[in-house]
């Protein structure tokens, strides 16, 4: 397969990736130092939606 284009077939695809060197791969890659806040939904961000219905 050229380089150059887009893999047409899963096996082409598959064969692509198993060219990714191991420095990119993603269990290589450092993990995130900081782990996101958990978030809620308030009060104000309901009550942007809460027509919601009227608009489906």
């Not at 893999?7 to 695809?13: D, G, I």
Request: proline content about 9%; some cysteine.
């Amino acid at each position: 397969m050229n380089a150059s284009t887009e893999p047409e077939t899963l096996s082409e695809l598959i064969a692509d990736c198993a060219l990714i060197p191991a420095t990119l791969q993603a269990e290589s890659l450092p993990r995130p130092r900081v782990t996101a806040e958990p978030w809620e939904v308030d009060d104000a961000c309901h009550a942007q939606v809460a027509d919601l219905d009227a608009y489906v």
